[in-house]
């Protein structure tokens, strides 16, 4: 019920208040979060939780399946704010097992205004079609998705201009795939090669 929310809300600022009195004063103040976390819109994957992180910590965007479409101006002006303005260290694309956006991008169906958006995903599936293809057992093949799905991703973070050239400049942010698992609460980092993709990046979109 909403009233609830209201409710639960005053009991929350009353906690942190007998925690530290100056809570709210110093998140006032502004922000200088280290993070910025690209992940899914999934109600189960509350980005600052799972990190164990507080308010001001992780500056957050998230759509659907965690996705960074080159033509989503919402991700990139996300991103180049983190970037520019926030100067944050580590940019963090994380997918889920269980995603209901990748699962449905692996059904043949019309979903109406959802299909251009499952597009980013399904050509994730085409370029790695040799590999999904030959994992037989189904669920496997979904999990398997899930993460070639959030290394791509990170390769369209890596190709922006904004994390380009900061990191040029001052080595950071470096960008980071990781993999929450719902079923027991655990992030998996991926090890995206972040400096072999940013190399093969710049040999091609020639941004120095």
């Not at 991008?105 to 597009?119: E, F, I, P, V």
């Not at 400049?169 to 719902?182: C, K, S, T």
Request: a negative charge; one cysteine or more.
């Amino acid at each position: 019920m909403i009233s609830d929310i209201f409710e639960n809300n005053r009991k929350w600022v009353a906690a942190c208040l007998a925690e530290d009195p100056h809570y709210f004063d110093r998140l006032s103040r502004g922000q200088s979060p280290g993070f910025l976390f690209i992940g899914c819109a999934d109600s189960r994957v509350p980005a600052n939780q799972i990190m164990g992180l507080e308010p001001g910590d992780v500056f957050v965007h998230r759509n659907v399946a965690n996705v960074v479409p080159n033509t989503d101006i919402n991700v990139h002006a996300c991103i180049q704010y983190a970037v520019d303005a926030l100067k944050v260290q580590h940019i963090v694309v994380c997918g889920h097992y269980g995603c209901g956006g990748v699962k449905a991008a692996m059904q043949s169906q019309d979903l109406g205004l959802l299909n251009n958006w499952l597009r980013e995903i399904r050509d994730v599936y085409r370029l790695h079609a040799d590999e999904l293809d030959a994992i037989a057992d189904e669920d496997a093949r979904y999990r398997r998705l899930i993460e070639l799905n959030v290394i791509e991703q990170c390769v369209n973070v890596i190709k922006t201009s904004w994390v380009q050239r900061r990191y040029r400049a001052e080595g950071m942010p470096r960008v980071h795939g990781w993999v929450y698992d719902i079923q027991n609460g655990l992030l998996r980092d991926l090890e995206v090669p972040f400096d072999k993709i940013l190399d093969r990046i710049r040999q091609i979109y020639h941004l120095d």
